[in-house]
């Protein structure tokens, strides 16, 4: 098993940054993908940023330009830097990772930005 724990979610005004951090540990052999998913009240859990071990970034269109997702492989950990924040990404972000034999979730961090 692979535990996942993140940090760094609070209250923030429209327009302010704040940035997630997110340590994985465990049984860990080797991280494919890490990434952040985000749920809303009432919505669907969606993709925000994922970055592989080997390939490209990838990016919800809502959030590209404004977040920037990055890694550090050899203390398993994954970040996101979330700039220019808007009323609409207010949501539980959650930490995933991926290696082979499973799929790890964190238990989710809140971020609520006021308008």
């Known amino acids: 098993q692979v535990q996942l724990v993140e940090s760094g979610g609070g209250l923030v005004q429209a327009g302010g940054s704040l940035r997630l951090s997110c340590a994985a540990s465990?049984?860990?052999?080797?991280?494919?993908?890490m990434g952040w998913y985000r749920q809303a009240p009432g919505k669907q859990r969606e993709l925000v940023a994922a970055?592989?071990?080997?390939?490209?970034?990838n990016y919800a269109d809502s959030v590209k330009g404004r977040f920037t997702i990055s890694r550090d492989n050899a203390k398993n950990t994954v970040s996101l830097q979330m700039n220019s924040l808007k009323p609409e990404d207010t949501a539980v972000y959650y930490c995933?990772?991926?290696?082979?034999?499973?799929?790890?979730w964190g238990q989710g961090t809140q971020v609520t930005v006021s308008s």
């Open positions: 995933q990772c991926t290696q082979v034999g499973g799929i790890y």
């Open positions: 970055l592989p071990s080997v390939g490209t970034t």
């Open positions: 465990g049984s860990i052999h080797s991280i494919n993908v």
